[in-house]
């Protein structure tokens, strides 16, 4: 845009056109997303493909464009170890994260300060892809990430094991289904923000992620936020929005 | 039926009597029922009524109805004090539990030994009415009943400061709204039979007892059975014929 | 703990290290979760593993470190054969009851005096295999088990055949899809407890067990309660609890 | 219709005349529709107002214009007291039955043989007046009604108490609230049609009469049909229907 | 049962024995089922197996079991051509209805008067199967069927070509998915019975037939009834025991 | 912007400026909005304030701003007559209409060619008031509107005596409560735009109107779209912008 | 009709037999029907088959019976390839695109003035398909389309790029799943007609298309109009309606 | 725990009463606790009474517990003026906030720095009293609040006319109802995290915010979380934990 102001104020365009430019140009010559982009760039978050519905070839030729056309780290979601052997033989680089089902190439990338945790953990073992999505999200934006699996309420000792940790930590990602009375307990323990993720673990009244879900935004305990079911890649993101606030 | 086999025997009726009378008079005749009936009489389980959508006459005169046809404890659940005023005029021995909403006849009954004991838990203050519900009903039936209010999981230190009377109880009554978290966190610290109820406590996303009705139902914590929302009542009665097996 | 507590005493550790060790050791430590945990060995209660959605490398490894891990039965649940022949190359003790689709080594265990049944009633025969997996459970946890399939309302002579065996049982387990009447009609026969389990039998506004699921939570008889669509382990677990107690 | 075409075969409209005549006239000409109008006067059935949400005014204008426009009887259903009232200052004939919340004017129709009965059941007394709304449309429209309140299945032997007159009946209608367990049951024991209300009784689960609805819907028993919550008035007409049927 | 009457007045049994012995048969000598079983086997209704869900083995087995039991036509709704192939390899009398999906042995049964017509419609083609099945029904039970597919009221003017058709049946079955709309407008052309079965065709908002079925109950026309969704069976029975009355 | 170019090319701003003062002023600025806000002006659409929820005081404050700021026509809608009152006191020239529940002031406005009708068919006389919703709101945007009340397909023929209005108009706005079938049936006898309104007129398995609303979303009949329950303003602001093409 | 008119005029058939041909030759001979039928020939609309669910040989059936009986334009939604060169091999001038899923035959139609444009807007790319479907019937009926794909709100710059073309259209179809916030905005930029078409692009609480559903439905922005989940032809077919308008 | 530590070096207890008295004082004693309750108090954050449901007494009463054991703000959410009078006449500092519905007395807390800005946006005017709960809630808590109100996405360039406030914030709390839209635009403008609160305002499909609720769940945009409907506080208590993180 500032080149086409300077070739109005050259008399090389009039007024009409500059406006009409604008209009044209879109979006792309607005400020806010000028700034936008170069912030994404300069704070090198990874770009995302949600695989699922894609085809392996699809999957591979936009990975492939976003590499050549940033120096961020790349990942496709939700993408199965065939899709990953599809791609592999295009882009070598690429690895795969079987439990998180996430193919993806890691470059450098502004590391947050490793003493800013975030903590993620899971009611039950089937909920550890999920938490898998968020946790290799979290650390490709350069995030210190712990863990701890399979720390449900039916045995709450598990969880009180962990009681440093939850105090250690910057941001909690609690990851569960069925009930998901584990948000409520965690978010009673800490002052820290909790997000999370009800999963589709579960039968019956379970409603494929449904029941645990609205338990979660029932939750007695204040400062609790929930993402979409099974969305873990959204909690690592948003997790990584928090810890990275100066 | 025993007066008309006896009366068949002695020829007064035909063999087609004894089986038309007893399609006739219906299952009172029935064997199972009539011991049924006196077991109850025996028991001394109370009559019930739902005053809710019953008029003040109406439900003044089927107490009556029941207190002259039975020597058993009556009680009245969802009335308001007025309500229970107008029966008061009318039936001087009857009583009222405010928070519990109930007009109640006191008898005499066969007491279930005192070390027995029901435990009630609620999750918040708004849960009491119906855990009082409860309460009441499990002791017109004769058992000795213990409560703890106000115990969520937001702030579990306030469960653990009950849990010897958690391991010394026989049954567990866990009432609870929003998200219903403490049926899971009970059920795992516990080997005895828990009955969870879900209550109307809450806005949004618990959706009048719904959200905790579901959640309870996917409860992680094996041995945890569910009644209907705000059915204290029911929780009440199915905690003393638990309590009172041999 | 006590360890901890006498080399404080002895000097060797320091006031400030006895508070951190009780934090950083967690829960294993406070004395109600070793007592429950006693409790569960000395009960003989079996471990259990739910199958479904699991690989038969991880059922089978499971499997393995719980036999080796205490004395007690295990069981998995929602296996298929195809799982149970892998388990069993690995785990020969293994055992596989088709119906109910569960896998189990069965280890001795306390027997329940066997004058205590639990009675399992299911209304049709798709409703079979919840209810087998309801009666494995309570068998491995050493009680006795009646089961009456095929009774359901539309057909009440059936019920009432069975009539003796409702009167004599301790603890009653009703199995039942599409609309579940049969929980209401047995729930008015007996003054024992009654546990329902909702079945996914059905079609159209059957909704895969919920109607069924609500309709037993809005039984007109007093003193039912409800577990999970399809959850015969979690009746399993419950009944055998009550018929525990002494 | 036919003086159109006479015209036209004495020339005095054209072909074009009689088409477009025949259009715009509309649909009062169609043989169907006067067939059907005549049919129903013949037979006397009433004419009915849904009063809910109308004003009285309305109501009484209505209801008057009716009686001045036909023979029939006249009903309005779901009106209170005050309306009647109302109603009753300005058109004296008019009666009103209070458990059913009708208004009406009978007026003489073609009786059916009073030996077809129809039975009308209800499992408690709160389902009383959707069932009074049922009987009274049935017997303005000349049937002889049956009835049997609060035998619901809790208490099963009520029902069989009702033996001869299920079998004796020639259309049932069964009115239940809370899980409509009773519909199943009486579909089970006759082979008369069997149409099923399901009615807004019941709390937390029952939803209002949707758990009753969908139950019934998924009743085991074949034969059994459903209508709208609460709707005594359509389930009254569609037993009228099926027993006039010569 | 009147040889226990006859034993005890001989007496050869007590009267205890009585008693116990009538409890103990339970309901088969009860009147109501007695005479029950004696009516269906005098009337010829079909025995009929849900073979969703069954294995190939199973429906033969029950099949070929209620053929040895009874006189009556057998059939076996839901069931694919390969479970035909294996039932006819074993039960060489069977039928296969390909578009109604039955499987059946037609035996002689007492015919309704042809003159005594039910009409089936469907407002699509994608609804015939669930209409074939209906009708098969019915004629098994040895009704006249009369049927007009695909006149759905997006082009109303398919229906009143029918006209005829709906004013000389004595019942009418209409069969609709997506939103139901034929049952309104058949329902108001007619003053005879009309069963309405939601069908699960349509897509999105139809919600698998949730929506035909919500619309049919909320129907503007009185007098129309409802199944279950895809319920062809359960309205052919309805529509032949309406047909069947005397 | 304009201004601020041209300080720029004199030289008295510096690029940065422009660029700042362009994300400064923000939208207003944009052409595309200011174009909007001229047509707007210039078509004499009406300004509207939703009065439900807000307190006299407001809806009269908020329509004399807008009365003051432009030469358009003003409406409240979902407003009673004790707010019109309360407006009329102080906007003399307010107008109410009452069936519609919309308080007005109408001003002269461009006039659409009368023979663009707008037809509106309401199912029955409970939908009047949605319907007068959309019609007001038509016509003070300047459309000939023709309305048919209470020709629901209970009674087809009363459609059928509209045909020849059917074919005439431009857009029909189809409104109905219960199961919503006249839509298809209308969107099935033309070619025109087909607006369908649910109301939450019925009761039970209506659900206060999203069964019509599911019902017309799954219309047979192709070329019918659908706005929310109860959304006259909604379809009269559609159609005034079909029946405004050129 | 004209024929049996004047065969009367001639005295060969009666008055009778005129009114009874009428009736039985149905609705065919209605004038509104006629007149419809002329009307959609003359304008060439394209038959449509829905495929999903029917068989290879009965799609290829029914196209080559529409071909052979008119001159219009025919398709067959829902199509995937194995069924296209099944259709290919009997009719050779069929032809598929794919994205769209559609079945064709191409024939000459009447051509709407290429300056009245329809636009399509996608939010993601994972809703073309639906997109396509939308296109490809709008063309069919002779219209000129402009299409722009993946323009979501969560990075709005890409729809503003396409302001022009949104204020240059006539009718607006937006095609978005899973929360749909594209139909809002766009419904702020346009006075133009917009139809909405949610798609089951998305997950969890996203329930196949039923949030973007409502979301649409409760959309802030006036004159928005919602079609069934995933239904590009009903757009296709609604936006050809309003554009043909003269 | 350390008196008692002391207490068992110095010989005064024995080992088995310091765990005894470990368990018997329960979670008072437990570090995690102790220290948490610490944190709480030195960081200011206020006591929250939910007044709901509550009398005037009960509020009045917990407010002035509240008060005199903590020198935190104080606040009672969901307070009509009538509570907020009968507490100002017990508690004279109490003030109150007549948009968030909100009692509150305000005591110096730790203020977080000013150019740390929580930002909150609401779509309507109607969504005002959510917005102001939160805001209230995060300005107790010492933090510097920005609001914009009535920018929703109908009307986008109110919203780009706050583009700098959206790019300085630290933390985004966006308030809609309907349809929510404006969560997902607002979140792909920015990349810090983005609060979402659903409200009740909307009617029809809105289902009291359910819909808003789904669809900012299902947001397109990555990075955005979700509380409750209507739960104002919530968010503001999220916000301020995350805007404290140092």
């Known amino acids: 845009m500032a080149v086409l102001l300077r070739q109005y104020k050259e008399g090389n365009v009039s007024e009409a056109q500059v406006i009409a430019g604008m209009q044209r140009a879109g979006v792309e ?7 936008d982009q170069a912030r994404e760039r300069r704070q090198g978050f990874p770009e995302v493909i949600y695989a699922a519905g894609k085809t392996q070839e699809q999957v591979a030729a936009i990975m492939a464009s976003l590499l050549s056309g940033s120096r961020q780290s790349v990942m496709a979601t939700r993408a199965d170890r065939e899709m990953y052997e599809f791609v592999k033989a295009r882009i070598p680089e690429a690895e795969y994260q079987e439990a998180a089902r996430i193919i993806y190439v890691r470059r450098p990338t502004r590391a947050v300060d490793p003493s800013r945790k975030i903590l993620i953990l899971t ?8 938490a898998e999505e968020a946790r290799l999200t979290a650390e490709l934006w350069g ?4 863990t ?8 709450i000792h598990r969880l009180f094991a ?8 910057r941001v909690i990602i609690v990851v569960a289904g069925m009930e998901g009375a584990l ?7 800490t002052d820290k923000p909790v997000i999370a993720v009800p999963t589709s673990v579960g039968y019956g009244a ?3 992620g449904l029941t645990a879900l609205l338990a979660m935004l029932s939750s007695c305990a204040a400062g609790v936020s929930v993402v979409n079911i099974d ?8 997790a990584s929005k928090i810890n990275r606030l100066d």
């Open 143 to 146: 995030n210190e990430v712990v």
């Open 123 to 130: 009611a039950g073992t089937s909920d550890i892809p999920v």
């Open 162 to 169: 962990h009681m440093r940790d939850i105090e250690e930590a």
């Open 29 to 35: 010559d607005l400020g806010f997303a000028e700034v």
């Open 148 to 155: 701890h699996y399979d720390c449900g309420v039916a045995g």
């Open 183 to 189: 948000v409520s307990v965690v978010g009673g323990l």
């Open 206 to 208: 379970s409603f494929h």
């Open 231 to 238: 969305n873990g890649f959204g909690a690592g993101v948003l």
